[in-house]
Nanobody, 120 residues
Framework: QVQLVESGGGLVQPGGSLRLSCAAS????????MGWYCQAPGKQRELVAA???????NYADSVKDRFTISRDNAKKTVYLQMNSLKPEDTAVYYC??????????????WGQGTQVTVSS
């Protein structure tokens, strides 16, 4: 049906940077909103950033001025540029997308998650 595949996570020192990527494939007619969520151990999954098909963005207060979300519609890919990383950013990051299939039905999809660890 539809797959979202994340990449770019890893171990980074405080103050460092990472760029996460999420590529969508499968039965896709169009993609509306794409976003990134994080989930730390013992905590609920939370929105980090989202971007609409007309490039409107929103961010969690904790990442404003540090993270930037963008998308490449031709590649069906969303990115999260993460700068000035802090230990509290450590979490599994999940890609999410609202996608219309060729039957014109909208559904939300999740990626498998990619681990981001910020530690010295």
């Amino acid at each position: 049906q539809v797959q979202l595949v994340e990449s770019g996570g890893g171990l980074v020192q405080p103050g460092g940077s990472l760029r996460l990527s999420c590529a969508a494939s499968g039965n896709i007619f169009s993609i509306n909103t794409m976003g990134w969520y994080c989930q730390a151990p013992g905590k609920q999954r939370e929105l980090v950033a989202a971007i609409t098909d007309d490039s409107k963005t929103n961010y969690a207060d904790s990442v404003k001025d540090r993270f930037t979300i963008s998308r490449d519609n031709a590649k069906k890919t969303v990115y999260l540029q993460m700068n000035s990383l802090k230990p509290e950013d450590t979490a599994v990051y999940y890609c999410n997308a609202e996608i219309s299939s060729y039957s014109r039905r909208r559904r939300n999809y999740w990626g498998q998650g990619t681990q981001v660890t910020v530690s010295s």
